[in-house]
């Protein structure tokens, strides 16, 4: 039997759900979850499709609340940066990523009152093409979208909602250059289409489970959880980059 076919679209169901209702963190969970039972040549594109179609549901179904002048400004930039990256994936070392991305999203939090990044001239077109070119070797970058959100005084339906459609860019363009690089769909459809399935199941348990929480518990959640996946990224990486040394 094919546990995959089982165990991977329980956790998409989870993940999305958790997703919807704190920002971020499902998708980088759900990565380390496939990484166990996928290799790493199918791991990315298969998660990547499978969160593009989490985030597209989950955009849909906020549509009112998405911030369209972030969103536009965000894809704008996503194409030139995945286009960018698409000539480095054979040869760029994943773990370096992770590490710079943990140190980043770390300094983003620790120095909020200097509000770097609303002071960014192109900000998101710039964060667009930042995340788009990552994406393709990190695989999870809601780690990374999510500090640039911090000081836009959102409100939380509209965080998630326009945070998920940025992300649909970044997925959209990723599973777009992997199909390009020669990955098969075919060995991988029906596992693909169950996870898209319970995501999408997660998505709509996640909208109803965001109407419970306040704005300050939701804050609360939000940057907690993106310190400890900061930190995740930067320790196991780091020991990674060492072991390997």
């Given at each position: 039997?094919?546990?995959?076919?089982?165990?991977?679209?329980?956790?998409?169901?989870?993940?999305?759900?958790?997703?919807?209702?704190?920002?971020?963190?499902?998708?980088?969970?759900?990565?380390?979850?496939?990484a166990e039972l996928l290799s790493?040549?199918?791991?990315?594109?298969?998660?990547?499709?499978?969160?593009?179609?989490?985030?597209?549901?989950?955009?849909?179904?906020?549509?009112?609340?998405?911030?369209?002048?972030?969103?536009?400004?965000?894809?704008?930039?996503?194409?030139?940066?995945?286009?960018?990256?698409?000539?480095?994936?054979?040869?760029?070392?994943?773990?370096?990523?992770?590490?710079?991305?943990?140190?980043?999203?770390?300094?983003?939090?620790?120095?909020?009152?200097?509000?770097?990044?609303?002071?960014?001239?192109?900000?998101?077109?710039?964060?667009?093409?930042?995340?788009?070119?990552?994406?393709?070797?990190?695989?999870?970058?809601?780690?990374?979208?999510?500090?640039?959100?911090?000081?836009?005084?959102?409100?939380?339906?509209?965080?998630?909602?326009?945070?998920?459609?940025?992300?649909?860019?970044?997925?959209?363009?990723?599973?777009?250059?992997?199909?390009?690089?020669?990955?098969?769909?075919?060995?991988?459809?029906?596992?693909?289409?169950?996870?898209?399935?319970?995501?999408?199941?997660?998505?709509?348990?996640?909208?109803?489970?965001?109407?419970?929480?306040s704005d300050s518990m939701f804050?609360?959640?939000?940057?907690?959880?993106?310190?400890?996946?900061?930190?995740?990224?930067?320790?196991?990486?780091?020991?990674?980059?060492?072991?390997?040394?």
């Amino acid at each position: 039997m094919d546990w995959s076919l089982l165990i991977l679209p329980v956790a998409a169901f989870f993940t999305s759900a958790l997703t919807g209702v704190v920002g971020m963190g499902g998708g980088l969970m759900l990565l380390v979850i496939m990484a166990e039972l996928l290799s790493f040549s199918v791991l990315i594109p298969v998660h990547g499709i499978n969160q593009l179609v989490m985030h597209a549901s989950r955009a849909a179904i906020s549509l009112r609340s998405i911030n369209k002048t972030i969103v536009t400004q965000f894809a704008l930039g996503s194409i030139p940066g995945v286009v960018l990256g698409y000539n480095y994936v054979p040869s760029v070392s994943e773990n370096v990523f992770k590490v710079l991305l943990g140190c980043f999203v770390l300094v983003c939090l620790v120095l909020p009152s200097l509000k770097l990044n609303r002071k960014l001239p192109f900000k998101w077109p710039l964060v667009g093409g930042l995340t788009s070119f990552c994406g393709l070797f990190v695989g999870a970058t809601g780690i990374l979208i999510a500090p640039f959100f911090i000081n836009e005084k959102l409100g939380k339906e509209v965080l998630v909602a326009s945070k998920a459609a940025c992300q649909v860019f970044i997925h959209a363009t990723k599973v777009i250059a992997f199909f390009m690089l020669g990955f098969t769909l075919g060995p991988y459809l029906l596992l693909i289409i169950l996870m898209c399935l319970t995501s999408f199941a997660g998505s709509i348990l996640s909208k109803y489970l965001l109407g419970k929480i306040s704005d300050s518990m939701f804050n609360l959640l939000f940057k907690t959880i993106l310190v400890l996946l900061a930190l995740r990224l930067i320790v196991l990486n780091g020991v990674a980059m060492l072991s390997g040394a």
